[in-house]
């Protein structure tokens, strides 16, 4: 923060500008190594307010330091968060390819909500309800949801942004998938970032589907990153199943997977079928998909692992799209909608008991409850002791569940 005597100042403009060499004192040079160890700058209230000792004093407040006035005791400011530091950036360069990898994911997963909701929106002919939101201790989110639609009974396309605190026990744990993450501190500053859509049709021929993709990062005091990850994935929650429906979700999948590594579909299809599954019941959630999560520098650098998060989301719309094209105004039974709530049942049971996000979401301070349940649909059944006949197609969905089908070749 810079003090407002000296933000419209002439000194206050020239130190945006000025490089070392003509920077008076320094005076860059001097700041980047004091970033690194705080320390007090002096300013006595008889020197005369000249460029010189207007850089110092802008420069001192807006880095956190404490300068004496007429003799006082030093007044120690706190060291800008890095939610204060994003703010500053975004307002006085805004967003780039060189930006901090968190405000590119921002940026990112803002720009592919807008994208998403436009779509759903064409197709279900209704409009979502757009909620932004501000958490007070840094981060905000846009909550995007259409209940009753004429396509879907509930759709959320949800972003959220958040910075927070980690404490030492956090940490520790972190610490099993992330050794980068600094050991001896009591707590650590944090950014986490992620879109997150479940969509809910009205017809039980069509699909539900589930998508997150994240990108989480612990801070250093200068701002700079210390650890980071990007985790997610996609699955398909059918009540009745069409083979081809699941083999062109699953190639469309693999495509955006092969063209970073011809490994990633196998090992995060594996993941997806162990990720998602209700161990109480014995069976998977649906038919599966991908899932991953900590992927850092163990797995690739960062700029070739955003890559692969970016083609992953934009696959999305051809995976489902035409899918749901084909299924939306299928007839249907009373019988089969009934079905549909029973396996809807199973959604919810999976989402309430195991899912680790919801479990975050629930456990965060300040979190925003209602984006954090919209995954919930809105209607569901619980039927007592309910078992499908033997050999409709009903049975058969329950055993694709119970044993994981390979859906390409």
């Known amino acids: ?19 070392d060499s003509k920077c008076p004192l320094g005076i860059r040079s001097y700041f980047r190594e004091a970033a690194r160890r705080p320390q007090e700058v002096t300013i006595d209230r008889s020197t005369k307010w000249n460029k010189h000792s207007a850089l110092l004093a802008s420069l001192g407040l807006a880095s956190g330091y404490a300068f004496y006035i007429n003799g006082q005791e030093p007044l120690r400011l706190d060291k800008p968060s890095i939610a204060e530091r994003d703010s500053l950036t975004k307002r006085e360069s805004g967003v ?18 807008n994208d998403i909701v436009r779509e759903l929106e064409k197709i279900d002919g209704g ?3 757009r909620d932004e939101w501000n958490r007070p201790k840094g981060g905000d989110g846009i909550s995007c949801v259409l209940q009753d639609g004429k396509v879907f009974e509930k759709a959320g396309v949800n972003i959220s942004i958040v910075y927070g605190t980690l404490p030492r026990p956090a940490i520790e744990k972190m610490r099993v998938h992330h050794k980068a993450m600094d050991p001896s501190v009591e707590s650590l500053e944090f950014f986490a970032a992620g879109l997150s859509m479940v969509l809910h049709p009205h017809n039980p021929m069509a699909p539900t589907v589930h998508l997150n993709y994240r990108y989480f990062e612990t801070a250093n005091d200068d701002g700079t990153p210390q650890s980071w990850w990007f985790g997610g994935g996609t699955d398909l929650t059918p009540a009745y199943l069409f083979d081809e429906d699941a083999i062109h979700f699953h190639k469309t999948i693999k495509k955006a997977c092969d063209k970073h590594d011809r490994q990633y579909y196998t090992r995060f299809k594996k993941w997806c ?36 998060i970016q083609d992953s989301l934009k696959a999305f719309l051809p995976s489902y799209m035409p899918i749901l094209e084909r299924r939306k105004d299928m007839p249907y039974t009373e019988k089969e909608k009934n079905w549909q709530q029973v396996r809807r049942g199973r959604y919810v049971e999976f989402n ?14 300040g979190a925003r409850i209602e984006s954090i349940l919209v995954s919930l649909p809105l209607t569901a059944t619980w039927m007592y002791m309910h078992e499908p006949e033997k050999g409709s197609r009903e049975d058969r969905l ?12």
């Open 1 to 19: 923060m810079v003090h407002p005597r000296f933000r419209s100042s002439q000194a206050f403009k020239t130190v945006r500008s000025c490089k």
């Open 96 to 113: 780039s390819a060189s930006s901090p990898m968190r405000l590119r994911m921002e940026q990112f997963i803002k720009d592919q909500q």
């Open 127 to 129: 409009k979502f309800r």
């Open 273 to 308: 079928d162990e990720y998602f599954y209700n161990k109480h019941r014995g069976e998977c959630r649906g038919v599966g998909g991908m899932f991953f999560d900590d992927l850092d520098e163990q797995e690739k650098d960062q700029e070739n692992l955003f890559s692969f």
């Open 352 to 365: 309430l008991v195991y899912d680790r996000g919801t479990s975050f979401g629930l456990a965060t301070p």
């Open 398 to 409: 329950v055993e694709v569940l119970r044993n994981p089908v390979d859906w390409i070749d």
